[in-house]
């Protein structure tokens, strides 16, 4: 037991901080709801952690997200923030080449993570953010290109860990079954593709990145299927792009 009495402005700081961390856009009556503090006291956090850098306001009618600097507070934890900074300007570089958004995903949990986007310097974006976005392990192309190139052992724990969340009916050996060709298609193609039942418009692609022979993140390009895009000249683009990345550390 601490030995002081709490501090309530904190606990409330890092129950807002944590229900933004839980969704893309965050509206103040999904965190009134979220954390069941009042509309007032949520209002003044998030206003304050606007005026901070850590919050960025995308108006009243699309709401509030996580901004890139909430990195620095686990940057003495380990050196995923520095590593984000550099691969920013190879995602930047990636859309300025194909024009479609690009997006860097890592581990969260269950899911991929949504770290890095560039969907405000996308001319082709079909959304107005997709940072923080939580991307299903089994059916997003991110999640499916990390299960391909993770350690079996690693990805039956995570197949276990689905089933204990019930995200999933399957046990853990039936979905290793049920995966287990998908997977295997990825490793022949070079990428992961998104199942197509998702989004009959748009389609997204992604790639591994390892750093010093770790898996480290995802790189992942999405674009609308009717549209003319060259999607060879994309996976292209993208293999370069993870190349850069590799060479970071």
Known sequence: MPSFDKIRSVERTIAVLR?????????????????????????RIVETLVSLGLVQNHGRRVGYTLTEKVLELSAGYHGLPLFLEHAKEVLLELTGAIKWPAALATLGDTAMVVRLSTIPESPLAH??????????????????????????????????????????LLSPDELDARMRPILAQVHHLGYAERDHEIDPQTTTVAMPVFIHGHL?????????????????????????????LEALA
């Open 19 to 43: 229900a933004m961390n839980g969704q893309n856009l965050s509206r103040i009556s999904d965190l009134q709801q979220k954390t069941g503090l009042p509309a007032a006291t949520v209002v």
């Open 216 to 244: 480290n993140a995802t790189i992942g390009v999405t674009f609308f299927r009717g549209a003319r895009a060259d999607r060879n000249d994309i996976l292209h683009q993208m293999r370069q792009a993870v190349e850069r």
């Open 127 to 168: 959304t107005h953010s997709t940072l923080q976005k939580r991307l299903d392990l089994l059916v997003r192309a991110h999640g499916r290109a990390f299960l391909a190139h993770c350690p079996q052992e690693e990805r039956m724990q995570l197949y276990k860990r689905l089933r204990e969340e019930e995200m999933t």
